[in-house]
């Protein structure tokens, strides 16, 4: 009798489970940037999709056929929500992809932009865990087995087909990959970079194909607790020096406009690699550009002075032109300014975010 | 010197006409009226189809938004939700959205109606829809939210749900409060994050996350919908074609222009049949008139002489009798107007869109004027009136001046035969009509089958008339009166069928329409009695019991035999309302056990799943039995063999039974949504009700709806008579205007008499026997008008019956006699017959009889 009354209660409780609205949301535990892991490749170009956020940045300088200067950016970003993991279907937003195409042509005096954003899954947006293979649609960054990666997206205004070859090493981030970004040891990523990798491809603008040749720069991060709760943005700049040097900077500010945490780092053309910590980057305003769009005041033009071992260094920052904003609120990204700049023996992108309101990640 | 002559016609004119009504006024009053309802009901059935037909469009927009195309499930259960990739990268698709849809309701328990609860959920990807189907994504969800983040979570939050203003109002709660939404069985809380702003707020739509509706509503792996954009410059056509070849069987391209067809079928039948019939009642009218006018005419003959004489042209008289029957119809048609204003708003607020059919559920469609149909419909009451005073009009102008200011009476030779042929050729006529199909499924040539009899019917009368008075003949040699009466409608049977033409229109067409709704209500009360044989019903409407459910349900106390089935909507072609698939058992060998069978069936051959469609069904997509046909039910062989034709009088749109193992074989669904069983003897039907609830889990059990068979009956009887609420009451108009027009008929001929009275009375009839001759007259032309308007009424009923209904509707019946309705409209129009012509005889008489005969002039 006992035994029948526990089978029942067993049956009722089973159904209780399957049948029931579901209680308690189960939400996903993010693990936490250490420092101290080594990175391994390819597998580390892949997607980490226990982590919060990812991005993989491609950033350069073109040229065209006709030898005009072109900027551009291709960037696929990870973001992994915190909803319910018990949801079964295929459709769960576990995962969110999205990305953005920028197009700087100084013919056209602002950023052409677009981006596509999908939640993972069914084959139609996907990032494969084992190298870097990123898929949305019709947008693609893969890695190729010649260690050439591979971007394609098709903007409204423009498409890029081009193909990334590294020329140099990766250049790990920070302590062997992890970089700190706030003052607190959680508040890091994993960071690595490619610099000085050489395109080849085409763009099309309107129906005119051209052929482009030109430097790149290829960040890859991933983290869970990136910025300090202080923080509303970061200002960072990747240049390829003429020399084969690399320049990382990067600062995180809070309200006030000052620094919470900067950092970054100089490999000199031997392959020698200095890390810069927060005392040794200091970014100076020396022009403002305002939006006429959002009202986003962006220091466009800036002095850029990096202490390192062998002594302070300068470089002058200088856009390719004004207005190479970027609004990614229709496709999940935030307003920001990312644009093609110059200094002397150097070229490279620098990103102003935060400006028009306080970034979340 | 016509300069002269002009205002004196016109004078004449206006003094004829006004004096004319003011001595008649109920002969106008009658036949304006008439006018009137021909032209209120054409203008409401428009108004109200046309306001149906845009709730409608509202409706598909707003719940289908924006899409170039769509691809959609042809059944709830939706398609493996694989086809959204292969579509999203198929050539010429610039995005795609996929969509979960689900027929739901709000609270826990069951549905208030049998129709459901009327709220559509919308599970969609937001990332999708915004490329595709940006107005379901409402205030507050769209991306653009926030300029600082990156994805907001809120997008995807699995308890926000989305309400459009009329969701919202029908939920009873605001923004930021909880709802409960029950769909395919689950009920789940969620709470209001926003409105939807798209168009057609009028409907009832809810929206949220896909992977929430796939989880929560046990829907996971599945979609019902696709929304498609096109790649800019694309051809529609090609992209359409490539992208059949891709579908599986049980999905389905949908077009917004297939889509409009399909809201334009679901409601074609109904609608031309009610316009036909305001043209029948606008005929009527037509007939009134003509009656009128004729005697009115007739009544005037020296008077119209007169002015014939002071110099009146031909053509004049002729344009006096027009310009009365135009005014006449003129003062209909705008009266027609504003009373089919007031009952299209009435209907429209009280029956919804569909005139009580049950086509739309829960919304109250906005009423659309356009000025076209209101000049067309005015027009069409002017056009009856003036055809009805052509005749009477020409007669006017044929006057002999010289003759007809004596006043010789009817004009006619008593001994002339009437010739019948005429009338005899267009019944003939009619009668072929019926035999032809129908035209793009509208019965068209049965309506004008209908007309024809009409018509033959009224230019017969004075021939029938006269054969039906001969076996009187000699009858009244002891009563000088009846004597009188006999002799007099024998002799003059142009003038008796001028009388009659009235009546036998209106009452042949309520003998008609009457002898229909019976036949149609007689065979749904025999329809129901064999397919609702047991004792109790009950039912949820979404989700449904699974085995275990089932098992439970069986052994529960007080159930004695127990019968599942499912019912469940089916698009069989996009462009034709969906159709409900039965899952029931059916025995293979006896299907008459199973359905109402009409016919003999016909046995599948071995390896086909048989089906049997109902005959609404066979006649709409044109299956015959012995066929195969394709029932996209999703499985590998989609083809099954039409096995046999059962009658349906509940489903329009048609209804297919399978067979619930094949059914459970094709789509994998064990579920059932009704149950019917016979009780055990002595338990209430509500302790079996108790005792089924408490066998089932709490969630289930508080969505089961329970029927007592006779409540059930009950229910759909009342859906019935809603449903036909129209023609009741167009049916008791047309009773009153008949026996109006019959009054108004007889009591202005027999005024126009007078001098033939006071010519009796000098010849030494009394005035006691006069009464009795007018009585006998009265009652004679009453008897005669309801014996050929019934004869008429039951050949055109045959035609509804026959032709109409299978041909609109798709469903045959067998015909019913109503009886004590034929007795009662035989006694009153009889009594009406005798009473008007006593009546206006009185006053008629009250002159004294030398006066009278001093009218000869």
Request: glycine letters at 18%.
């Given at each position: 009798m006992a035994r029948t009354l526990k089978l029942a209660g067993l049956a009722l409780l089973a159904w209780m489970l399957t049948a029931a609205a579901p209680g308690k949301p189960v939400l996903p535990v993010f693990p936490e940037v250490r420092a101290g892991q080594t990175l391994t490749f390819p597998a580390d170009h892949g997607a980490h999709p226990d982590y919060r956020t990812e991005w993989w940045y491609v950033t350069g300088w073109l040229k065209t056929e006709d030898g005009r200067d072109l900027g551009f950016q291709v960037t696929f970003f990870r973001s992994r929500l915190?909803?319910?993991?018990?949801?079964?279907?295929?459709?769960?937003?576990k995962q969110i992809l999205f990305a953005h195409a920028g197009l700087s042509d100084p013919k056209i005096g602002k950023l052409l932009h677009d981006g596509r954003m999908a939640r993972q899954g069914l084959g139609l947006a996907q990032a494969s865990t084992t190298d870097a293979d990123i898929v949305i649609d019709d947008w693609r960054l893969r890695r190729g087995a010649d260690g050439r990666f591979i971007a394609k997206a098709a903007a409204a205004d423009f498409t890029l087909d081009l193909a990334f070859a590294p020329s140099q090493p990766v250049l790990l981030q920070g302590d062997r990959g992890f970089s700190r970004k706030g003052p607190l040891p959680a508040q890091a990523s994993y960071y690595y970079s490619l610099p000085h990798m050489k395109v080849s491809g085409s763009v099309l603008q309107g129906r005119r194909r051209v052929k482009v040749t030109g430097e790149a720069w290829l960040d890859h991060e991933w983290s869970s607790t990136l910025l300090d709760p202080k923080a509303v943005g970061w200002d960072w700049v990747g240049l390829n020096l003429d020399d084969g040097g690399a320049l990382t900077a990067f600062r995180v500010r809070d309200a006030g406009g000052n620094a919470l945490w900067s950092g970054g780092s100089l490999r000199t053309p031997d392959g020698a690699t200095a890390h810069l910590g927060p005392n040794d980057v200091t970014f100076t305003t020396e022009r403002i550009w305002r939006s006429p769009r959002t009202g986003g005041r962006y220091p466009v033009q800036r002095e850029l002075i990096v202490r390192t071992p062998a002594g302070e260094r300068r470089w002058r920052l200088t856009p390719l032109f004004d207005d190479q904003e970027l609004d990614s609120r229709r496709t999940g990204g935030p307003v920001y300014w990312e644009g093609a700049v110059r200094a002397p023996g150097a070229r490279g992108y620098l990103e102003l975010t935060g400006y028009v309101s306080p970034l979340k990640m | 010197m016509p300069a002269e002559r002009r205002p004196l016609s016109r004078t004449a004119l206006a003094w004829m006409m006004v004096g004319e009504w003011r001595a008649h006024p109920g002969r106008v009053v009658t036949a304006a009226l008439a006018i009137a309802i021909g032209v209120a009901l054409g203008f409401a059935v428009h108004l109200i189809n046309g306001s149906a037909q845009n709730e409608l469009a509202q409706a598909v927009r707003a719940v289908n938004a924006d899409a170039d195309l769509q691809v959609h499930a042809t059944t709830p259960l939706g398609f493996d939700e694989m086809l959204y990739p292969a579509l999203a990268r198929s050539?010429?698709?610039a995005a795609a959205s996929p969509v979960v849809e689900l027929s739901a309701r709000f609270?826990?328990?069951?549905?208030?109606?049998?129709?459901?609860?009327g709220l559509t959920v919308l599970g969609i990807d937001p990332l999708r829809a915004a490329a595709?189907?940006?107005?379901?994504?409402g205030r507050g969800a769209a991306p653009e939210a926030g300029a600082s983040g990156f994805v907001p979570e809120s997008l995807f939050d699995p308890r926000a749900i989305m309400l459009s203003p009329a969701a919202l109002s029908a939920s009873g709660g605001k923004v930021g409060e909880t709802v409960t939404i029950t769909a395919a069985g689950h009920s789940v809380d969620f709470v209001v994050a926003g409105v939807l702003s798209g168009p057609g707020s009028e409907r009832q739509v809810a929206v949220l996350d896909i992977a929430t509706a796939q989880w929560l509503f046990g829907s996971v792996g599945r979609l019902q919908r696709i929304d498609l954009k096109f790649v800019g410059g694309a051809d529609p056509a090609t992209i359409e074609a490539s992208l059949r070849a891709r579908l599986p069987a049980d999905a389905q391209i949908v077009t917004a222009q297939s889509e409009a067809r399909r809201g334009d079928n679901l409601t074609k039948a109904y609608r031309v049949n009610l316009e036909m019939l305001a043209m029948m009642a606008l005929l009527t009218g037509g007939f009134l008139v003509y009656s009128a006018q004729s005697l009115s005419v007739a009544r005037r003959r020296p008077q119209f002489a007169l002015l014939r004489v002071l110099g009146l042209e031909r053509r004049g008289l002729l344009a006096q009798v027009f310009v009365e029957g135009a005014l006449v119809g003129a003062v209909g048609a705008v009266l027609g107007l504003a009373l089919g204003l007031g009952v299209a708003m009435g209907t429209l607020r009280f029956l919804g869109g569909d005139l009580g059919g049950g086509y739309f559920r829960g919304t109250t469609p906005d009423l659309v004027v356009t000025p076209l149909p209101v000049l067309v419909f005015f027009g069409l009451g002017l056009v009856a009136a003036l055809v009805g005073s052509l005749l009477p009009a020409l007669e006017a102008a044929r006057a002999q001046p010289g003759i007809a200011l004596k006043d010789l009476g009817d004009r006619n030779d008593p001994n002339a035969k009437p010739a019948a042929w005429w009338g005899l050729g267009l019944l003939a006529a009619g009668g072929a009509a019926a035999f032809l199909p129908a035209v793009g499924g509208l019965p068209l040539f049965g309506y004008l089958s209908i007309g024809l009899m009409l018509a033959g019917g009224v230019a017969a009368m004075p021939w029938l008339s006269r054969i039906l008075l001969s076996p009187l003949q000699g009858v009244g040699r002891r009563s000088v009166a009846i004597d009188l009466a006999l002799k007099r409608l024998w002799g003059a049977p142009a003038q008796a069928a001028v009388a009659l033409c009235g009546i036998v229109a209106s009452t042949s067409l309520m003998v008609a329409m009457a002898v229909m709704v019976a036949s149609l209500r007689g065979s749904v009360d025999d329809w129901l009695t064999e397919i609702l044989p047991s004792d109790l019903l009950f039912r949820v409407e979404s989700g449904g019991f699974d085995a275990d459910a089932r098992a439970r349900i069986a052994s529960a106390p007080g159930v004695g035999d127990i019968l599942f089935q499912k019912t469940q909507p089916l698009r069989l072609a996009a462009d034709m309302p969906p159709l409900v698939l039965l899952v029931r058992p059916v025995d293979k060998a006896r299907p008459d056990a199973s359905l109402p069978m009409i016919g003999r069936g016909v046995a599948a051959p071995a390896g086909v799943t048989p089906v049997w469609l109902s005959e609404p069904a066979a006649r709409l997509y044109g299956h015959e039995v012995g066929e195969r046909m394709i029932?996209?039910?999703?499985?590998?062989?989609p083809q099954v063999f039409v096995a046999g034709v059962w009658r349906d009088y509940a489903r329009q749109a048609g209804a297919i039974a399978i067979d619930q193992a094949d059914y459970t074989r094709l789509t994998g669904d064990d579920r059932r949504t009704e149950a019917s069983l016979e009780l055990k003897p002595g338990v209430s039907p509500a302790a079996a009700g108790r005792a089924i609830r408490a066998a089932l889990p709490p969630e289930l059990a508080a969505q089961v709806q329970f029927f007592e068979t006779s409540q059930m009956r009950a229910i759909a009887l009342r859906l019935f008579d809603s449903s036909f609420a129209l023609t009741y009451a167009l049916e008791a108009i047309a009773i009153v205007v008949g026996l109006a027009g019959v009054a108004a008929t007889f009591s202005a001929q027999t005024l126009a008499r007078t001098k033939e009275f006071g010519m009796l009375r000098h010849v030494g009839v009394l005035r006691r026997q006069i009464i009795q001759m007018l009585a006998t007259e009265g009652a004679l032309l009453g008897a005669v008008g309801v014996i050929a308007g019934l004869g008429l009424g039951l050949a055109m009923s045959q035609v509804l019956i026959h032709v109409v209904n299978p041909q609109s509707f798709h469903w045959t019946m067998e015909t019913r006699l109503p009886l004590p309705l034929f007795a009662s409209l035989t006694v009153a129009l009889i009594a009406a017959g005798a009473g008007t012509a006593v009546l206006a005889g009185r006053r008629a008489l009250s002159a004294d009889a030398v006066r009278a005969v001093r009218e000869d002039w």
């Open positions: 915190s909803v319910d993991q018990r949801n079964p279907s295929a459709f769960a937003p | 050539p010429g698709i609270g826990a328990g069951p549905s208030r109606s049998l129709e459901g609860g595709v189907t940006p107005s379901l994504l029932l996209p039910l999703g499985g590998a062989n």
